[in-house]
């Protein structure tokens, strides 16, 4: 049975930083191309960055590029997202999700290119 649980969502101050993990089990981690997405209210889900399965390469959206890092160990199936220098507008829920497309085409076809999701960690960013 393949599980993503997440973990790691808190409230910060701006400026505040949160690392996020993801535990995965029922597949080994080294197959599968993982993402990160939120979702604030009222707006549609977002992909955050992702990391492909073989060599760790990444990609990041725009607004969290040197700010957020993903990182991966295959070994505790587990992929984190170090968040630092947060803002108001990082405010969401956070979610993991992985698939078995190639790191590019995951990105580009967004949630439609992962196809198993955590239950999400509240991120909040706030004074």
């Known amino acids: 049975q393949v599980q993503l649980v997440e973990s790691g969502g808190d409230l910060v101050p701006p400026g505040g930083s949160l690392r996020l993990s993801c535990t995965i089990s029922?597949?080994?981690?080294?197959?599968?191309?993982i993402g990160w997405f939120r979702q604030a209210p009222g707006k549609e889900r977002e992909g955050v960055s992702c990391?492909?399965?073989?060599?760790?390469?990444?990609y990041y959206a725009d607004s969290v590029k040197g700010r957020f890092t993903i990182s991966r160990d295959n070994a505790k199936n587990t992929v984190y997202l170090q968040m630092s220098s947060l803002k108001p507008e990082d405010t969401a829920v956070y979610y993991c999700?992985?698939?078995?497309?190639?790191?590019?085409?995951?990105?580009?076809?967004?949630?439609?290119?992962?196809?198993?999701w955590g239950q999400g960690t509240q991120v909040t960013v706030s004074s």
């Open positions: 999700a992985v698939g078995r497309d190639s790191l590019a085409a995951a990105w580009s076809r967004g949630v439609r290119g992962f196809r198993f």
């Open positions: 029922g597949f080994a981690l080294d197959d599968y191309t």
């Open positions: 990391i492909s399965a073989s060599d760790s390469s990444t």
